[in-house]
């Protein structure tokens, strides 16, 4: 499985973007999508995550109610919207793949990765 993200950029505090994770390879019927995130000097922490199945979602208390991960109109893509943005949600934004049924936090539980794409926000 190969996870390609794409759509981060620069916007000031309170805008919003749009990120998407593309899935190619095999397809898979039962597995969670989940993104996660790097500021600079920190560690990589949990954002959000979807099962693909039921559709279950999981957030981070710091982006509960600003940010929304769903199922993109594309085959195989993940969608996550991030509105009310902050200065504190800048970082790199990776997309990850979870052959399980659970939403999980704990990085090492996901076979696959995305890239990285830069998220920027100016106060």
């Known amino acids: 499985v190969q996870l390609q993200a794409s759509g981060g950029g620069s916007v000031q505090a309170g805008g919003s973007l749009r990120l998407s994770c593309a899935a190619s390879?095999?397809?898979?019927?039962?597995?969670?999508m989940s993104w996660f995130r790097q500021a600079p000097g920190k560690e990589r922490e949990f954002v959000a995550g979807?099962?693909?199945?039921?559709?279950?979602?999981s957030y981070a208390e710091s982006v509960k109610g600003r940010f929304t991960i769903s199922r993109g109109n594309l085959r195989n893509t993940v969608v996550l919207q991030m509105n009310s943005l902050k200065p504190e949600d800048t970082a790199v934004y990776y997309c990850?793949?979870?052959?399980?049924?659970?939403?999980?936090?704990?990085?090492?539980?996901?076979?696959?990765w995305g890239q990285g794409t830069q998220v920027t926000v100016s106060s």
């Open positions: 390879g095999r397809t898979l019927s039962s597995w969670v």
């Open positions: 979807l099962t693909w199945s039921g559709g279950s979602t």
């Open positions: 990850a793949a979870d052959l399980g049924v659970v939403v999980t936090t704990i990085q090492s539980n996901y076979d696959y």
